[in-house]
């Protein structure tokens, strides 16, 4: 299995930078689909960005809400996951999470994998 932790969490002002880190253990860690998902108080675990295996071309894949923002990227050689944020909005305020999952995945009940998250504040 694939064991996930995430770091990188802060508050930050808008139009500000993160870069958010998942650091995965796990034999076959290039092989697995990877994605960040977000959960802001009372709301469910929604996609943020996806990148599939090394495999499958390591494609990213971006929610609308992100896409132009947030970069999603994958260091299998150090087995770690990143999230580059840039311009932030308060409306990005929520625990993100590492998942990994042997095929892509946009729905969170579908992912195998999680991380226990980092919780990101963006200030207005």
């Known amino acids: 299995q694939v064991q996930l932790v995430e770091s990188g969490g802060g508050l930050v002002q808008a139009g500000g930078s993160l870069r958010l880190s998942c650091a995965a253990s796990?034999?076959?860690?290039?092989?697995?689909?990877m994605a960040w998902f977000r959960q802001a108080p009372g709301q469910e675990r929604g996609f943020v960005a996806g990148?599939?295996?090394?495999?499958?071309?390591?494609?990213?894949y971006y929610a609308d809400s992100v896409k132009g923002r947030f970069t999603i990227s994958r260091d299998n050689e150090k087995n770690t996951l990143y999230l580059q944020m840039n311009s932030l909005k308060p409306e990005d305020t929520a625990v993100y999470f590492c998942?990994?999952?042997?095929?892509?995945?946009?729905?969170?009940?579908?992912?195998?994998?999680w991380g226990r998250g980092t919780l990101v504040t963006v200030s207005s």
């Open positions: 796990g034999r076959t860690f290039s092989n697995y689909a």
């Open positions: 990148i599939s295996g090394l495999g499958s071309g390591s494609r990213t």
């Open positions: 998942a990994a999952d042997q095929t892509f995945q946009t729905t969170a009940r579908r992912i195998d994998f």
